[in-house]
């Protein structure tokens, strides 16, 4: 029986793995919208409070866009239809018309580091997850299924409190064939690649003039390429690697994915592209350490990803109906105040 299916995109790296599970899904009837949001939260975003989010005007045309280009069928915040199935590239919001529903949950990549505004959400859970970024990914519980990159990844969200029986691992669409960026037209190789991040455009601290002198130290006279986030101030970024490192070729635009095929040394702080340059045995750097990176590195299974999570789709789709239950409103979580304690006495937040 051909059923109505939901896709909430956001960035291109949502989008475009929402579109690929939805290719895996084409017997049913297949909609898609940008990532949105309702109450105080859209009055937020209308006031553009929120462009550094994939709810933002930016993100939202970039996604329209794209769907527009692939003749998709649009239904903008899901107001069109009565799904049977939502597939979403997050939960730090889950929209009020699809709590109801059945969800699908698909990790976009990697998450955000455990600062302390981690912890205070997770001890004050009424408090929005997106206050803590992508570090809460998974902790809404507003979903049936959550599918993830790595084995790694299932202990690191088992660990921070999702239930195990809701974990598939499945790997992750764009993370999980990464040898096919070595059929590349990239005309440089050899080269030191700095993958930069959108920290201060989401009000994080970065020391980006440290970062560059950090690269140069590395690079040691070989040629250095900086491609930078699609969500950064290209002219400032641009300006700053002028002034500390002009010998340096800056990139706006273009495959991050397929210059880390052709770098012999890829840079990061807080990017999902790391996980390309570990699965491709490349030299890396990052905030993270290697060793969790390694164990976190998405499964390469030859771009089947989509097909895992479409499967798991169909088996939800075929699961009987029910009523999800709306959990109570918990103002502390006292489970975790006693971890919290610990964390103060044996690491800083």
Not at 80 to 96: F, G, M
Not at 231 to 238: D, I, Q
Not at 264 to 270: A, G, K, N
Request: glycine letters at 4%.
């Amino acid at each position: 029986m051909r059923k109505k299916i939901l896709f909430i995109g956001g960035s291109m790296n949502q989008t475009t793995q929402m579109h690929q599970v939805a290719k895996e899904l084409s017997e049913h009837d297949c909609w898609f919208t940008p990532y949105y949001c309702d109450g105080i939260q859209e009055k937020l975003r209308q006031m553009k409070l929120a462009e550094v989010t994939p709810a933002g005007f930016r993100h939202v045309a970039r996604c329209m866009n794209y769907l527009n280009v692939h003749d998709l069928q649009v239904d903008y915040q899901g107001k069109k239809n009565d799904y049977d199935l939502v597939v979403t590239s997050s939960d730090l919001i889950i929209q009020k018309n699809i709590r109801d529903k059945k969800v699908v949950l698909v990790q976009e990549g990697m998450t955000d580091p455990e600062h302390l505004a981690y912890h205070i959400v997770k001890l004050f859970p009424f408090l929005p997850r997106y206050l803590a970024s992508t570090s809460t990914t998974g902790l809404s519980d507003g979903y049936d299924y959550f599918c993830v990159a790595s084995e790694g990844y299932r202990d690191l969200f088992i660990r921070k409190g999702v239930k195990p029986e809701k974990i598939r691992v499945t790997g992750i669409p764009n993370f999980d064939n990464c040898k096919k960026f070595y059929d590349n037209q990239f005309p440089h190789k050899h080269f030191v690649l700095v993958c930069t991040s959108d920290s201060r455009e989401t009000y994080k601290y970065e020391n980006r003039r440290k970062i560059i002198e950090n690269a140069l130290k590395v690079a040691d006279g070989r040629l250095l390429i900086f491609k930078l986030h699609p969500n950064e101030n290209f002219e400032r970024a641009t300006r700053e690697i002028n002034k500390y490192a002009p010998n340096a070729l800056v990139y706006t635009s273009g495959s991050a994915e397929e210059m880390i095929a052709n770098c012999d040394v890829l840079m990061t702080r807080f990017s999902s592209t790391v996980y390309v340059g570990l699965a491709l045995g490349k030299e890396v750097y990052s905030e993270f350490p290697l060793e969790e990176l390694r164990r976190l590195t998405p499964i390469q299974n030859n771009g089947t990803s989509a097909k895992n999570i479409a499967n798991v789709c169909r088996e939800l789709l075929e699961a009987p109906t029910y009523s999800k239950q709306k959990a109570p409103l918990q103002w502390i979580n006292a489970d975790y105040a006693p971890q919290l304690v610990n964390n103060l006495f044996t690491k800083s937040l």
